[in-house]
């Protein structure tokens, strides 16, 4: 069992004490700043508490009681509107709007809304008006007037000693959200977070990033809130520590407007997940200018919610040493929705990328017997971990009777004799596969070579073959790219450069480009750009059955003569 030297220490009931601390003690400080037009609006943390205060009060004065599902992205309404609700001990449940915006269905909205049956439903706009009323709570909620629903400045009471006396009451057990998430399955089911999990979750990072005491975070982050590194993570790390948070409305596809908002927002602290990372190298590398105002003054970059290429990480870790002002370190780390997320870090040098450090204060860890495909499970129990889900046949627990959480991720030690050197995350078990011959298919590897060889090309990949002869491959291609002649050729000559001294079970026969991109409200993929292996291949039969039959003229092939290669 692995176990961090350093203990957890004491730290507050909940993260939303720590708000209510830091908006007494530093009122004037900037909390938000969001996009507003082509200018940016900056909240205080007076502003805020005072907003939170008061629609608490309007929630009391409703006599709401049961929780309150949020359907649009981060905001500063969504902000207000989540502390307002934890402030008087209601549980929230944020929603991507992958699944009430986005979606031609509303069954899967429907699905894990009936999961927590909300009493209150907020939405940012008029264009939510659909899934607002396919739920059918009590109390509709918007940001702006709209037909049907309350405006929550109208909302909003006068806040009196009742919202102090109720946030007095929320204790470590009271459920602060449920947070959704598909597993390998697709299938919706909501992890219980309570306040002392989040709570703990930020004293850990506390202890492992010291400078966060003494030094108030400024972040920038486009990441989520409906997901757990963006909502929990992110924004908690600067709720529970005084810091300011940057609203970055881009995606990983306009790095651009990042960039910009990095440079006029000079934060000490970024994160991201590899997609977002990839994009940004590129862009940096080409103009050094650019690179050396984004790097200056940041004190940590680190990576999480799926592993970097190792290509991007050495080519990330050039940049930071070469335009970094304040020598940033460059670190991952790992963790689930189940652990309010994170769970090991590696606070310490590292040249490798998929090593994903050690447990953080108060986590055990251990590593399960390998099983059938030659990898150990993880599995994890400290205070931050979740003990139960709720699903669409009713509550079921998250770990065993000794508070052990099997996560479904597979890792080693770096170094046998020397756990101090970190842990490898090794993919997910789920996501690999045998072949006919018997071999296991390591998928983190076999797609970590392909995006490697087809960098600029290949956007995404998942892999295919379970029980035939060969690994094949469905890919999106990187924006502008087409499917023509000249790409299948440079296609073919990636898979010849993955074939090069690979294995049957390494080497990549054929591969189909995707038309259509993955879907986001049937859980292909998520809003962080983590593509689902097992549900795109059960979403996409024909196409899967093209690429493994390998007979369609659609499909591209390896090169006959691909160099050397191995057996197995």
């Known amino acids: 069992m692995l176990r961090s030297v350093d203990p957890l220490r004491a730290h507050s009931v909940s993260v939303l004490h720590d708000f209510a601390a830091g908006c007494a003690r530093h009122p004037e400080r900037p909390l938000l700043v969001v996009p507003d037009g082509r200018t940016r609006r900056t909240y205080t943390w007076g502003d805020i508490g005072r907003m939170v205060a008061d629609l608490a009060q309007g929630l009391l004065d409703a006599d709401v009681g049961g929780a309150v599902v949020i359907l649009s992205g981060p905001s500063a309404s969504h902000l207000v509107v989540s502390l307002a609700a934890q402030s008087i001990g209601l549980p929230v449940v944020p929603i991507s709007p992958a699944h009430s915006l986005k979606a031609v269905s509303r069954q899967r909205l429907q699905a894990m809304t009936a999961m927590v049956r909300p009493e209150v439903v907020f939405a940012e706009s008029a264009e939510y008006l659909p899934a607002v009323r396919a739920i059918g709570a009590r109390l509709g909620l918007s940001a702006v007037p709209v037909d049907g629903m309350i ?106 407007r990042t960039i910009a908002t990095v440079c006029a927002a000079r934060p000490n602290l970024y994160f991201s997940v590899p997609l977002g990372y990839s994009r940004l190298v590129e862009r940096l590398e080409a103009d050094s200018s650019t690179a050396r105002r984004f790097l200056a003054g940041l004190d940590l970059i680190c990576c999480a919610g799926a592993g970097m290429e190792q290509g991007v990480w050495e080519r990330l870790r050039a940049l930071v040493r070469r335009y970094s002002g304040s020598s940033a370190v460059l670190t991952s780390s790992w963790g689930l929705t189940e652990t309010s997320p994170a769970c090991t870090s590696a606070h310490f040098h590292t040249d490798d990328a998929r090593n994903i450090g050690v447990p953080l204060p108060g986590v055990d860890l251990v590593l399960r017997d390998p099983g059938a495909g030659g990898k150990s499970e993880i599995a994890v129990r400290g205070p931050n971990v979740a003990t139960r889900y709720l699903t669409v046949d009713g509550e079921r627990p998250a770990v065993d ?168």
């Open 401 to 568: 009777t000794d508070g052990w959480l099997r996560t479904g991720d597979a890792g080693t030690l770096v170094e046998p004799e020397n756990p101090s050197a970190g842990m490898r995350f090794d993919g997910r078990l789920a996501e690999d596969f045998k072949l006919s011959s018997g071999t296991f298919v390591d998928t983190a590897t076999v797609r970590a070579r392909l995006l490697a060889a087809g960098r600029g090309l290949i956007r995404h990949v998942v892999l295919c073959g379970h029980d035939s002869a060969v690994v094949s491959a469905i890919v999106w291609l990187e924006s502008g790219c087409a499917a023509d002649d000249s790409v299948r050729a440079r296609l073919r000559d990636v898979l010849a450069v993955v074939a090069v001294d690979a294995g049957s079970s390494q080497r990549i026969e054929r591969v189909v480009v995707a038309t259509t991109a993955p879907d986001p409200a049937a859980g292909e993929i998520t809003d962080k750009g983590y593509v689902n292996q097992a549900r795109v291949r059960a979403l996409r039969p024909e196409l899967v059955e093209r690429v493994v039959r390998g007979d369609d003229a659609s499909v591209v092939h390896a090169p006959r003569s691909t160099g050397r290669s191995r057996r197995s």
């Open 151 to 256: 405006e929550c400045a109208r909302f909003a009471r006068p806040a009196t000693d009742a919202v102090s006396d109720a946030r007095r009451r929320v204790g470590a057990d009271t459920v602060a959200k449920i947070m959704f998430t598909s597993g390998s399955t697709g299938h919706p089911k909501g992890v219980v977070n309570t306040h002392g999990m989040l709570s703990a979750n930020q004293q850990q990072l506390r202890q492992i990033w010291p400078f966060v005491n003494t030094e108030p975070p400024v972040l920038v982050d486009w990441l989520p809130w409906s997901h757990t590194f963006g909502g929990n993570h992110n924004l908690n790390l600067v709720l529970g520590n005084g810091g300011t948070y940057w609203l970055d409305d881009a995606t990983p596809d306009h790095v651009d």
